[in-house]
């Protein structure tokens, strides 16, 4: 009974599609095996993309999972985006991504994202996050942008759009290598001035020049003109420091959660500012497997997740600020099979307030 249920609602959604793939003219199944020439290609940019609001056909096959309206937004700092490259076929029930179907010039076999659409529902976040960050990608969405305004392009602007999209990415690259190794050296960055036309000008730059001596893409970024883009100033190196520690707290995250237990550690200091900081560090155990994922040695691991200021100093506050920590990191208390502190005055005392670690293991239990 529930499966003929689930039967009649697909079939509903179906013919919901059927009906709205009608109005979409610029859908990639109308026009597979024809050839995409300018004309063709200036029509479907400046029409209505294929973008139906559903609802869509559940696939059996996966569990009954479908595509939804919610993909075509994403999240940000700054508030929700729409993804203008993401597009839904109803005839294939698939998304594609429209910029790289019209401009790509890749053509790799399994880059499905550009010739028949993607259709595998699990874990379709992260496959869309994966492809528009691909440099190809990136390319591919310049120019498409480039048509939506409705200027001309001809295939000499087209590869001088992608010279510079190419050349902007390496410069990146050399950046953001420069500052993996000066926090990995736990060296400073800037120094007392922030300029070439000092004889010290911070570890950086330092770095910066040494490669423009060996490096052609450097040395053409330090040849242009003052009041250019560079991506040298410390805004840019303060930016790249977070999006890599961002990143690193979310890989060691997802280490941790993917350990059996762990044990955490915590201790407060003061910084510069005399303001009390609470430090994170976690010990866990770290599975190793091999290319068939299976288990085949274990690792003790003991990271540092950084410092959180606090202002509640007595047990029932520490107590609440580290379950808010591990809330922020999703990282599961029940997990949790050790605890170390520091700070006698809070621990222990008849008159003082409940002991630390008793509040966290009564939680943990």
């Not at 009608?22 to 995409?36: C, M, V, W, Y």
């Not at 926090?183 to 490669?211: I, M, P, W």
């Not at 997990?335 to 700070?343: A, I, L, S, W």
Request: proline share 2%.
């Amino acid at each position: 009974m529930k499966t003929r249920k689930i039967q009649t609602l697909i079939r509903i959604e179906q013919i919901n599609l059927e009906k709205s793939s009608e109005l979409f003219s610029t859908d990639i199944a109308n026009f597979h095996g024809k050839i995409l020439t300018k004309d063709i290609k200036k029509i479907i940019v400046l029409s209505e993309s294929c973008r139906p609001k559903g609802p869509f056909i559940r696939d059996p096959l996966q569990e009954n999972r479908r595509f939804s309206k919610e993909y075509f937004k994403t999240t940000t700092k700054y508030g929700s985006i729409e993804r203008m490259w993401l597009c839904y076929s109803p005839k294939l029930d698939a998304v594609y991504c429209e910029p790289c179907w019209l401009f790509s010039e890749e053509r790799k076999a399994k880059d499905n994202w550009r010739e028949h659409g993607v259709r595998d529902w699990r874990g379709l976040s992260k496959k869309i996050k994966i492809h528009e960050n691909s440099q190809q990608h990136i390319f591919a969405y310049c120019i498409y942008e480039k048509w939506r305004h409705n200027e001309t392009v001809d295939k000499n602007i087209e590869e001088q759009i992608r010279y510079q999209s190419n050349f902007w990415v390496q410069v990146l690259e050399r950046i953001v290598n420069i500052t993996l190794a000066l926090c990995k050296n736990s060296l400073a960055f800037r120094g007392h001035r922030e300029s070439f036309d000092n004889e010290y000008n911070g570890n950086f730059l330092t770095q910066v020049q040494l490669l423009a001596k060996y490096d052609n893409v450097i040395k053409q970024v330090l040849s242009m003109p003052n009041g250019s883009i560079k991506y040298l100033s410390h805004q840019i190196q303060n930016e790249v420091i977070h999006c890599l520690a961002t990143h690193l707290k979310a890989t060691l995250t997802a280490d941790i959660n993917s350990s059996p237990f762990y044990s955490i550690i915590m201790d407060t200091t003061q910084d510069i500012t005399k303001r009390d900081q609470l430090s994170q560090v976690f010990r866990y155990v770290k599975i190793i497997k091999n290319e068939k994922d299976e288990a085949t040695s274990i690792e003790i691991k003991e990271v540092f997740l950084g410092f959180t200021e606090i202002y509640n100093h007595t047990a029932a506050g520490l107590h609440e600020e580290i379950l808010n920590l591990l809330e922020k990191h999703h990282i599961k208390l029940s997990n949790c099979r050790g605890q170390g502190y520091d700070g006698a005055n809070v621990m222990s005392g008849i008159r003082d307030n409940p002991m630390l670690c008793i509040c966290i293991a009564q939680l943990i239990i």
